[in-house]
Every structure is written in structure tokens, then in C-alpha cells.
């Protein structure tokens, strides 16, 4: 692995609280699930819904298994639980990249519940992508990990904190290389030290911790294989990938 390894620039950026999403995962699990429309814009079945629980009350994102659009490169069915595993890896980083989000049993039957996030309107979103925002820094490590096959602009959710969570994680953790991403800036450059710590801890928890426990419940052996492979390559050559000759480097619509 390479020695040299940047430091990342002080810019405002910190993950949401342990407490905070523990809260919202038990009311995604246990609470009343009431579907309040639908976002049309979405390639799958995408429900924009309220999930109460004890008296209180959130909105949330709903996507039931059967109204996925089959794919050719990813098996029928799976794309509610690759969220799931998306947002397990994600809480294993302690990045909070991935808003909370539970598989259960809804209107429509089981699917993917998430938190819905408020965001920043006035954040120009493709000058957030050109950005060197340490958090868009982190997702670009946690991209590579989980072989996010569509990081596209509109999947950012700045908040005013200056927090970015990333969403739509359903066409993640093929076995195939698949990585398409608009968050190239860093591809070559050397890991910042906190990815290279939180990586090996990855690798660790992935071959004998909870993490791989559960995403062996999630996702194919083979796909949690390819992961573990991912996480040991990124520390081998101790950069950050460079974009894949053999597959399109950039998703369509980039935003």
C-alpha cells in the first residue's frame, strides 16, 4: 500500500449521530407505514409515504420489491435489499453516507423503507460535484467499496450542515466490476488517512464481524466476496480508482 496520503481540505462536513439513526430505524421498522404519493420521476415503484410510531410522525421512502423494473445485470428482485446493504456498510464506515433504511413489510409488500431527508435548494448541485467536499471525498471511497453502478448528481442530498448523504443504492455490489460515478476528482490520488483506517476496519469486519454477517443475508456469497476483494484492493494500491476502460465511467444522466 502507498505511504503518501493526502489530508482532506477543513471544510464543513460531519455524519449524523449514532442516537439520531437508531431512533429513525426503529420507527422505519415498527411504525405505521401510510403511503402519501408517488415521486414519478423514479425508474422503479417509489413511495413517498409516513411512518408513525409512539406519536410521532416522519416521512420516509418506500420501494416494494414487486415494483422493481427487472434488469439485465443485477437478479430480479434484489434491488430493495442492496439498499439495505448499502446503508449497513455505510453505518460500518461511521461516514452516515447512507440515510437509515430497514427492509419490511408495507402497503405494497416487502420492500426498502428509508428516511426522507430534507435538503439545501440553494446548493448548486454540479458545483457541489466539482467539488472537493471531504464528504463527497468519503462517498467516492465508499463508491468504490460498495461498486456503486450509478452515483449520479441527483442522488446527492446536501443538508445546510453541510453533511451530503447519498441515496438510490440499488444497483450496487455486483461481482462484476460495474463502477460508474460523477465523483472522479480524486481517481489516482492517494487515500486520505481516515479512509485507510476505516477500510482496514471494513476488510476486518467483512471476513469475521457483523457486517459480513449480515450482508451475507442481504446479498450472493460471491457478491460479498467481491466486496471484501474491493476493500483489500483500495488498501493494496492505497489510491483512489481510476475509472474502468472496459465499462462506461460516468452514469446517464450524469444529474
Known amino acids: 500500500m502507498s505511504s503518501a496520503q493526502e489530508s482532506e481540505p477543513v471544510l464543513k462536513s460531519s455524519p449524523p449521530s449514532a442516537i439520531q439513526d437508531e431512533g429513525a430505524l426503529r420507527m422505519l421498522r415498527d411504525g405505521r407505514l401510510d403511503v402519501a404519493g408517488r415521486l414519478v420521476e423514479a425508474t422503479n415503484m417509489t413511495l413517498y409515504c409516513s411512518v408513525t410510531l409512539a406519536g410521532r410522525t416522519a416521512a420516509c421512502v418506500y420501494k416494494p420489491v414487486r415494483g422493481e423494473r427487472p434488469l439485465w445485470d443485477f437478479p430480479d428482485g434484489t434491488l430493495a435489499a442492496r439498499e439495505v446493504a448499502a446503508f449497513e456498510v455505510s453505518q460500518a464506515t461511521g461516514w452516515g453516507i447512507v440515510p437509515p433504511t430497514v427492509y419490511r413489510d408495507g402497503p405494497f409488500g416487502p420492500g426498502m423503507c428509508q428516511l426522507w431527508i430534507d435538503t439545501e435548494h440553494e446548493i448548486d448541485l454540479m458545483g457541489l460535484v466539482r467539488s472537493r467536499h471531504p464528504g463527497l471525498r468519503r462517498m467516492a471511497v465508499f463508491d468504490a467499496v460498495v461498486n456503486n453502478a450509478d452515483r449520479k448528481g441527483g442522488h446527492l442530498l446536501p443538508l445546510p450542515d ?4 447519498g441515496v438510490d443504492h440499488g444497483v450496487c455490489f455486483a461481482a462484476e466490476d460495474k463502477l460508474r460515478t460523477v465523483l472522479w476528482q480524486w481517481r489516482g490520488k492517494p487515500l486520505a488517512r481516515d479512509a485507510v483506517a476505516v477500510l482496514a476496519k471494513i476488510e476486518r469486519d467483512i ?10 443475508q442481504l446479498l450472493t456469497l460471491a457478491e460479498v466476496e467481491a466486496t471484501w476483494t474491493r476493500v483489500r484492493r483500495l488498501l493494496d494500491t492505497g489510491v483512489h480508482p481510476y475509472p474502468s476502460e472496459d465499462w462506461p465511467a460516468i452514469p446517464w444522466p450524469p444529474i
Open 162 to 165: 453541510g453533511h451530503v448523504y
Open 207 to 216: 471476513e469475521s464481524g457483523a457486517l459480513g454477517r449480515r450482508l451475507r
